[in-house]
C-alpha cells in the first residue's frame, strides 16, 4: 500500500524523535522471517527497551541525516528492520545477537553509536556494552577500597581530636 506525504513525514518525525533519545542503532536484514517470528522478536524488543521498527529506507536516511546517527546512511539498503536502543547503548544488538541464535534469517548489517559505522563484525563488542545499572556498579567497585580507608580516617577523626583535646588541657 503506498504512503501518502502526511504518513511518511510522520514517519520521520517519530523516528527523528525516537533517534535523538537513542543511545546506539542496529539494522539487520530480515528476509525470509515469517509473521511470528518478527512479532517474537517485537515482543522481546518491548521488554528490553528497544525501539524496533520496519521503515522505509529512503525514509529512515531523512529521519536520521540530522542525527548523530547519519553515518549509518551507506549500510541502508535492503529489507531492514531497525532497532534503536533508548535505555543501553548494547541493547539493540544484544536482542538482535541472541535472537540471530535461534533465527538464521535475521542478519545484522550495520551498528552505530554515534561514532562511526560498524559492521556486522562488531555486534559482540557492542552487545557486551554494559547497562547503566552495570556501569555504575562497576565505577562504585572502584572506589570500594578508597572510601573504606576515607570512612574509617573520618571515623578515627574524633578519637584522634579527643586526645589532642585532653594533651592541650593537661598542659594547662
Same mark, same amino acid.
Given at each position: 500500500?503506498?504512503? $501518502?506525504?502526511?504518513?511518511?513525514?510522520?514517519?520521520?518525525? &517519530?523516528?527523528?524523535?525516537?533517534?535523538? =533519545?537513542?543511545?546506539?542503532?542496529?539494522?539487520?536484514? @530480515? *528476509?525470509?522471517? $515469517?509473521?511470528?517470528?518478527?512479532?517474537?522478536? *517485537?515482543?522481546?524488543?518491548?521488554?528490553?527497551?528497544? @525501539?524496533? *521498527?520496519?521503515?522505509? +529506507?529512503?525514509?529512515?536516511? *531523512?529521519?536520521?541525516?540530522?542525527?548523530?546517527f547519519a553515518d549509518i546512511d551507506p549500510a541502508l539498503t535492503g529489507p531492514l528492520i531497525y532497532g534503536f536502543s533508548i535505555d543501553a547503548p548494547g541493547a539493540a544488538a544484544r536482542l538482535f545477537k541472541d535472537f540471530a541464535k535461534g533465527n538464521n534469517?535475521? +542478519?545484522?548489517?550495520?551498528?552505530?553509536? $554515534?561514532? $562511526?559505522?560498524?559492521?556486522?563484525?562488531?555486534?559482540?563488542?557492542?552487545?557486551?556494552?554494559?547497562? =547503566?545499572? &552495570?556501569?555504575?556498579?562497576?565505577?562504585?567497585?572502584?572506589?570500594?577500597?578508597?572510601?573504606?580507608?576515607?570512612?574509617?580516617?573520618?571515623?578515627?577523626?574524633?578519637?584522634?581530636?579527643?586526645?589532642?583535646?585532653?594533651?592541650?588541657?593537661?598542659?594547662?
Amino acid at each position: 500500500m503506498a504512503l $501518502g506525504l502526511v504518513a511518511k513525514k510522520e514517519i520521520v518525525a &517519530e523516528i527523528s524523535d525516537v533517534a535523538s =533519545r537513542a543511545l546506539s542503532v542496529a539494522v539487520a536484514e @530480515y *528476509r525470509g522471517m $515469517g509473521v511470528g517470528e518478527l512479532t517474537a522478536l *517485537r515482543v522481546k524488543a518491548r521488554e528490553q527497551g528497544v @525501539y524496533l *521498527r520496519v521503515i522505509r +529506507n529512503t525514509l529512515a536516511k *531523512r529521519a536520521l541525516a540530522d542525527s548523530k546517527f547519519a553515518d549509518i546512511d551507506p549500510a541502508l539498503t535492503g529489507p531492514l528492520i531497525y532497532g534503536f536502543s533508548i535505555d543501553a547503548p548494547g541493547a539493540a544488538a544484544r536482542l538482535f545477537k541472541d535472537f540471530a541464535k535461534g533465527n538464521n534469517k535475521l +542478519n545484522v548489517t550495520a551498528l552505530t553509536i $554515534g561514532n $562511526g559505522l560498524m559492521g556486522p563484525e562488531k555486534l559482540d563488542a557492542v552487545a557486551s556494552l554494559p547497562t =547503566r545499572d &552495570e556501569a555504575l556498579a562497576q565505577l562504585l567497585a572502584t572506589f570500594k577500597a578508597p572510601v573504606g580507608k576515607f570512612v574509617q580516617t573520618i571515623n578515627e577523626i574524633p578519637s584522634k581530636f579527643v586526645r589532642v583535646l585532653a594533651a592541650v588541657k593537661d598542659t594547662k
